[in-house]
């Protein structure tokens, strides 16, 4: 057993963590271009109210729900996290109506704010990865509404409303200066490029160089698509190296967009990650792999890196995902693609750590439940410097 006493270096160590998790102090900025998306088909996640203090000892101060759930939203008011709610593909087109948007927003939206910083309204996800054409025709209508209805309310320049795609949108995305939208698609697209350009939001997609490499194993590169030393590729049109999938992919959607005449909107990733498990069909899901693919992204993204098409414009990208979801339909590594098992374990090391408080004091009042929750940190910290 470990002797109790402490050394000036531990009482160093105790008050800068109580510093990272107080909300009465200045916090240092999340890491800049990183996000998180918290789902939650699952039963056995953790509660909000512990996720928000996770998050808080990760530095993480972007998250991206898949809805507007109240509960969420309400464990991270007075918090100094932004977040992405959605607005599901069910509700496009109820959203072409002013009155349903209106109503949306008074509802999900306005009772939060300001005391959760709300920035970005998704309208639909993935929208153009179906075949209902009924379902397209909704999408940009429903975004200028929900857009109006903003401006209406005085909330158009603390709210920007955006919409996340797949990259089976794209008819052709190597090489990344040959990247083009299908044919068929750009009837839809073009519109929607002129909302963002007009009222500047970002185009945001999900990209998964996972889906690649598990479709063609033999013949695209691991160490290409995990960041790891490759020879990489070259475009033959402008000469420029690709050392990575991902990269190649953002630049593909931007020489998309310029062949419909735009080159003043920004590409985001809502979503990347990597399985850290899979059916025995899906080749790459390991935990090796999902370590590599992360943990290397996180670091040029801590560098700040831009691609090689977009080399002043830092990568922006929201991980896929917090938490294993086990209710995710789907293969097995639909339910593998988080950073954390719900326990608060990390299910792989890409450099962060993080504490997810055992005992929920949501339901308390906060000055009743701030001895509890220091007290619980406190032999935390205390048995992690006894017996680290």
């Avoid at 996720?51 to 101060?61: A, E, G, Q, T």
Wanted: proline share 7%; net charge neutral; aromatic share 12%.
């Amino acid at each position: 057993m470990g002797s109790f006493s402490f050394s000036f270096s531990s009482i160093v160590k105790l008050s800068l963590f109580f510093l990272i998790l107080s909300d009465s102090v200045p916090r240092i900025q999340g890491l800049p271009g990183v996000g998180i998306n918290y789902g939650q088909i699952a039963n056995n996640l953790p509660s909000p109210s512990r996720v928000s203090v996770l998050l808080r000892s990760l530095n993480i101060s972007r998250v991206k729900l898949y809805d507007t759930d109240p509960v969420v939203l309400s464990a991270f008011s007075n918090s100094n996290v932004d977040f992405i709610i959605g607005l599901g593909n069910e509700y496009l087109e109820n959203m072409t109506d002013p009155g349903k948007a209106q109503s949306w927003i008074q509802q999900r939206l306005q009772p939060h704010l300001p005391q959760t910083r709300i920035t970005c309204i998704l309208v639909g996800n993935e929208v153009f990865k179906g075949e209902d054409t009924k379902l397209y025709s909704y999408l940009l209508p429903a975004m200028q509404t929900v857009y109006k209805t903003l401006v209406d309310l005085g909330l158009d320049k603390q709210v920007i409303v955006t919409s996340a795609h797949s990259l089976d949108i794209l008819a052709n995305s190597f090489p990344p200066s040959a990247g083009s939208f299908r044919q068929d698609l750009a009837v839809y697209i073009q519109p929607i490029l002129s909302f963002h350009s007009q009222v500047k939001s970002p185009f945001l997609i999900n990209a998964y160089p996972y889906f690649a490499y598990k479709d063609s194993p033999n013949q695209v590169p691991l160490d290409y698509v995990l960041f790891q030393p490759n020879q990489g590729t070259t475009d033959p049109i402008t000469n420029l190296k690709y050392d990575n999938m991902l990269y190649a992919q953002i630049d593909a959607v931007y020489s998309a967009m310029k062949a419909m005449g735009h080159s003043d909107i920004e590409v985001r990733i809502s979503e990347t990650g990597w399985p850290s498990k899979g059916d025995e069909n899906e080749a790459g899901a390991t935990v090796e792999n999902a370590e590599l693919y992360n943990g290397n992204l996180l670091k040029r993204i801590q560098q700040k890196q831009g691609t090689p098409g977009k080399p002043s414009v830092p990568v922006d990208v929201y991980f896929f995902a917090l938490f294993n979801e086990n209710l995710k339909p789907g293969p097995t590594s639909e339910r593998n693609y988080g950073l954390y098992y719900p326990n608060g374990n990390p299910v792989y090391n890409i450099g962060i750590k993080g504490y997810l408080p055992e005992m929920d004091y949501s339901s308390a009042s906060p000055k009743i439940k701030i001895l509890p929750v220091c007290l619980s940190l406190l032999i935390y910290v205390i048995a992690y410097l006894i017996y680290a």
